[in-house]
């Protein structure tokens, strides 16, 4: 394989290939791996399944020990695709705080930060492009 990445990379059953495509990805193209599900309710209002997660969008923890657990989205860590929430820490053996990091595939998008234009704009496209009926 390749040095550089490549965008046009499909798929490969190997899974040393895959590693290192998620690991060599640019990191406008890793924003579209920190995907989460939309829960019911914003399925149905937006026609799409899943969305990049954003800062400030509460989330519903899936799986691990803090399971059902709602919380607001305080950091977003790029490079290593996961994703800090509000309130959510462990203690250390010193009594220190530090916050836990979740796997986007474990989260579910409950609300939406919609202060960004850019992100109600490709909402609305994408709501359109299911609306359009087949012209056959």
Do not use: C
Not at 3 to 12: A, C, H, I, R, V
Not at 59 to 70: D, H, N, P, W, Y
């Amino acid at each position: 394989m390749k040095n550089k990445f490549s965008t046009q990379w499909k798929s490969s059953k190997q899974p040393r290939k895959q590693r290192k495509y998620l690991a060599n990805a640019p990191l406008h193209t890793k924003h579209k791996f920190l995907s989460a599900q939309l829960s019911k309710e914003l399925r149905k209002k937006h026609g799409k399944k899943s969305i990049p997660i954003r800062k400030n969008d509460e989330v519903l923890v899936m799986r691990g020990s803090f399971k059902k657990k709602k919380a607001k989205v305080i950091t977003i860590d790029l490079k290593r695709t996961r994703i800090a929430l509000e309130n959510i820490q462990r203690t250390k053996k010193d009594g220190t705080k530090v916050s836990v990091w979740f796997h986007p595939s474990s989260l579910q998008i409950q609300t939406l930060n919609l202060e960004d234009k850019k992100r109600i704009s490709a909402l609305n496209k994408s709501k359109e492009k299911k609306n359009v009926p087949n012209k056959s």
